[in-house]
């Protein structure tokens, strides 16, 4: 019963809200990381933000963090002032949800994720706002707090490792763009992975 | 660093797995045989390629496809993959010349995971795919289709899987008739799954710039199209449209669908949608499917005056989500279940009251009074299954002949139910001792019945059947449901398994007459059991003039009623008058019957009355309309499939929806509460059933919005209803 409320309140949620849509004011949000700390989208007001919705139980994030993909460009991008926030959206129930110790401990301890916050998004409701469908699903927003990227992160909808050497990584391409003061030129993609699992 | 790669599966299986040598040695031997490499088996699907014929013609037109059996409640994706996922795919490795096209994707489903919206496949698909074999290639020789399969499994996880899959076949000369290989049948059901052509529904997408992204497509039905029960539009290309916002309304013109595009949506000037419908035909060869291309449109578009939502399409594909997908042995095994359950079921417990007192006067333990009972068992059993195998028989001929009818169709005619009546008032009366059929038989016939005490017990099982026929019991709507849809040989089967099921406990009471030793010995208490036992027959005959009177109006129940006066008269002169009276007697009871049979002939007239009579003030008739708008507006509603004349119904209807309690939990949940009544023949329901994989009723089913359908148990438990309720 909870989880239908639950659905419904979101649903209606999402409803009032205005959807995340590219060109458009990202939309704000207020989680935790996991280790406690709120943190809210407008705190980075000024600087380039990049939204990584994640769950290491998925095979699609295990390929861009196995291959060390995911890792590299994190370092390159907060090496360039870039704040990295990477969300999990998924729900208590799920089989694969992990709690904050141990997520943080998957994610960068034995990953060594190299991201600005890891947050907490169990009620899914950070996730529904931008409509993020599957994990990795990625957002890039600009200085002035528009959206100027989402979708998947690059080109080879697979969860092949090997893939990752030859795709074009459309995050990257994004963020050197949005950084030279450039219109991103391939601004929406197929997001790929598995399903988040709200509830 | 260490990487846990683990979460990846990755399933390589060879070619050809087993010895190799071997087979090539077989191949020889075999000459024009058709290889299928072994199946790539995961924990959660089965995946190979198969042929549909036993050679590849040259210039001919050549099928093979891959065969996915999915692990029960997993599916992998169609080219659409909807929120997430991607579709199965081969990369092929073919001999030179030799080209493998597209697949031709069966009609997909809409699987729905929380807000996230799929469509692809449960159970078994087979996605076929077309070979063009080269001019110059030599007959008898053997050719090699294999490439590399991939597809993503998912439940609530998702599992990315491949294998390597690979067909063998001869080549056969230009224009030689090959036969077909083992799993042609399953070719020609993917083929009638395809979507057909559907371009005769003229479509355009409405899609003005707004925040909201909301778009509408417009879609204009061909003349003649018929009144669909429910439409679902799937976008056929990726990423345009958000799969989980749909909302379909009836226009003058045809049917409108509010649907939401997704961020930076890309439009080609042309937005191809396949169209999948319930209640009539959609594609251009009578297809319940078909594909279209809707012209793109940047105008606004305003929902006409007069438009209505219909079944949300969530609830119609929810209807067949929740569609008991069976196999046949899982049928079979249900109606085996329901079966044994039937026996318990409140019509027929005053028939199984009859045969407990044949019991008593059987359990003799002489050898000859045991086979005596095992012989009384088997023709039971025997009488059974016939009877459920002639029913069948009625209702797959009927259907065959166009009828929309389901399980209970019988009943939907007053003079069987009349009949009925007269048949349980004379066993009542028989009981009661106010005459004995001995005394009416020829004696030629008594004397057979003296050789053949078989043919009594046969009858008794012809008789258990007819009381049976207005009863579901658990598991059987599910099984019946699924029967209705196969072959008539399917069908059969699964009748027999159900009279099977319910012969059984009396056939091993048969052959056990041990188990009986708790009964008292045969004595005077056996009259007294007797007489008692009329009054459940009794009870039946109210309750049988009871559907009557809904069928036939009063009138239709008095004249019944008065006919069952005469048949009283008939008999106590049978009883108790000396033998030249009785043919009076016999004459009085056939005078009777035929002057109440015009109750039968009224009712055809009344069959147009609202059927409704049995709804209080809460119930109000189902409309399917009106559930797909309250969804629409947040509010829940719940659907009870019913008819007078069937029992289960009535007894959940008394035991269950109507307690007070019951009544305060759907009011506090602000529930809508709609009967579907179908004492008479109403092919809208008889569809709504259908839609739902069920042939008869009872049918309970709760609409919650943006909630796939939910059907509840057959027999209801306040349990039950509360905890639907509560999911609220």
């Not at chain 2, 009488?383 to 209970?408: D, N, Q, R």
């Amino acid at each position: 019963m909870i989880r239908t409320l639950a659905t419904l309140l979101l649903s209606a949620l999402v409803a009032a809200a205005h959807a995340a849509t590219v060109g458009q004011p990202a939309p704000d949000f207020a989680l935790t990381d996991v280790n406690g700390k709120t943190v809210k989208l407008s705190d980075f007001k000024g600087k380039h933000v990049v939204l990584e919705w994640t769950n290491p139980g998925c095979p699609f994030v295990v390929k861009h963090y196995g291959s060390g993909n995911m890792q590299s460009l994190q370092k390159d991008a907060t090496a360039k002032g870039v704040v990295w926030l990477s969300i999990n959206s998924t729900n208590k129930s799920a089989s694969d949800y992990l709690e904050p110790t141990r997520l943080n401990a998957k994610m960068n301890g034995e990953w060594k994720g190299a991201s600005s916050y890891l947050l907490m998004d169990e009620s899914g409701k950070a996730g529904m706002a931008y409509e993020a469908k599957t994990t990795p699903h990625m957002y890039v927003i600009d200085p002035s707090g528009k959206l100027v990227f989402a979708g998947g992160i690059d080109d080879k909808r697979s969860a092949n490792p090997a893939d990752v050497k030859t795709a074009k990584n459309f995050v990257r391409a994004a963020l050197d763009e949005t950084l030279a003061g450039k219109p991103v030129s391939v601004a929406t993609s197929t997001p790929y992975g598995c399903s988040i699992k709200y509830l | 660093m260490h990487v846990d790669t683990s979460a990846v599966k990755r399933h390589r299986v060879p070619a050809f797995a087993g010895p190799t040598s071997f087979v090539t040695a077989l191949i020889g031997l075999l000459g024009a045989t058709v290889l299928h490499a072994a199946p790539v088996k995961t924990e959660h699907a089965e995946v190979e390629l198969i042929a549909e014929k036993t050679a590849l013609v040259v210039g001919g037109k050549n099928s093979i496809g891959l065969s996915i059996k999915h692990a029960p409640h997993w599916h992998t994706y169609w080219k659409n993959p909807g929120d997430s996922g991607y579709p199965t795919k081969v990369t092929w490795q073919l001999p030179e010349g030799y080209g493998v096209g597209e697949f031709d994707w069966p009609t997909p489903k809409r699987l729905a995971t929380g807000p996230i919206v799929n469509f692809g496949y449960e159970g078994e698909v087979l996605l076929p795919l077309n070979v063009s074999v080269p001019a110059s290639a030599k007959p008898g020789e053997r050719i090699t289709l294999k490439g590399k399969a991939e597809w993503l499994v998912c439940k609530d996880v998702c599992i990315p899987e491949e294998g390597d899959v690979a067909v063998t076949l001869p080549v056969a000369e230009s224009g030689k008739d090959v036969s077909s290989g083992a799993a042609a049948a399953r070719f020609t059901a993917a083929r009638a799954a395809q979507p057909g052509d559907a371009s005769a529904w003229k479509a355009t997408l409405f899609a003005a710039p707004n925040a909201a992204r909301d778009a509408w497509l417009d879609i204009t039905a061909p003349a003649g199209a018929g009144k669909l029960v429910a439409l679902d539009a799937f976008p056929v290309q990726e990423q345009v449209s958000d799969p989980s916002v749909q909302q379909v309304y009836r226009t003058e013109r045809g049917y409108a669908v509010k649907i939401k595009l997704v961020d930076g949506a890309k439009l080609a000037e042309g937005f191809p949608v396949l169209l999948a419908a319930t209640g009539a035909a959609v594609g251009s060869k009578g297809e319940s499917s078909g594909t279209t291309l809707a012209t793109v449109s940047t105008a606004s578009f305003t929902l006409p005056a007069g438009a209505t939502a219909m079944t949300a399409v969530a609830a119609a594909t929810g209807a067949t989500a929740g569609r008991t997908d069976l196999t046949f042995w899982s049928a079979l095994a249900l109606a085996f279940v329901g079966g044994m359950i039937l026996n318990l079921m409140p019509c027929v417990f005053p028939v199984l009251s009859l045969k407990i007192l044949s019991f008593a006067q059987h359990s003799a333990h002489s050898a000859a009074g045991t086979r005596r009972m095992r012989q009384h068992g088997v023709f039971y059993a025997v009488g059974v299954v016939l009877s459920f195998l002639a029913l069948a028989g009625a209702l797959l001929a009927l259907k065959s002949a166009g009828s929309a009818i389901g399980w209970g169709f019988q009943l939907q005619n007053p003079g069987v139910v009349w009949a009925l009546a007269v048949i349980f008032f004379l066993i009542g009366l028989n009981l009661m001792g106010a005459f004995e059929v001995g005394q009416l038989a020829p004696s030629s016939l008594l004397s057979m019945q003296a050789k053949h005490p078989g043919v009594d017990a046969f009858f008794a099982g012809v008789l258990a059947v007819i009381a049976a026929s207005p009863c579901t019991a658990p598991f059987m709507g599910a099984a019946l449901g699924f029967a209705l849809t196969q072959s008539a040989a399917a069908a059969l089967a699964v009748f027999a398994a159900l009279g099977l099921g319910m012969a059984l406990p009396y056939v091993l009471l048969a052959w056990f007459p041990k188990w009986l030793d708790r009964l008292p010995r045969p004595g005077p208490w056996m009259v007294t059991f007797k007489q008692v036992l009329a009054f459940p027959m009794f009870v039946t005959v109210v309750w049988l003039v009871w559907v009557l009177s809904l069928q036939a109006g009063a009138d239709g129940a008095a004249i019944g009623l008065l006919g069952l006066v005469g048949l009283a008269f008939g008999a106590w002169l049978i009883g108790s008058m000396r033998p030249s009276v009785r043919w009076a007697g016999v004459a009085a009871a056939l005078v009777a019957a035929v002057l109440a049979w015009p109750a039968g002939e009224l009712a055809q007239t009344a069959t147009t009355a609202p059927a409704g009579k049995s709804s209080t003030a809460q119930w109000q008739a189902w409309d399917p309309a009106l559930v797909a708008k309250l969804n629409g507006e947040g509010k829940p509603v719940f659907v009870d499939f019913t008819a007078a004349w069937c029992v289960s119904c009535q007894a959940n209807k008394r035991l269950v929806l109507t307690r007070a309690e019951i009544e305060q939990a759907f009011a506090a949940k602000n529930v809508t509460l709609m009967r579907a009544d179908w004492t008479n023949r109403d092919e809208r329901i008889t569809q709504a059933l259908a839609a739902m994989g069920r042939s008869g009723v009872p049918v309970y089913v709760l609409h919650a919005p943006g909630k796939p359908a939910q059907l509840l148990p057959e027999l209801l438990t306040t349990g039950i209803v509360k905890e639907a309720l509560a999911k609220l």
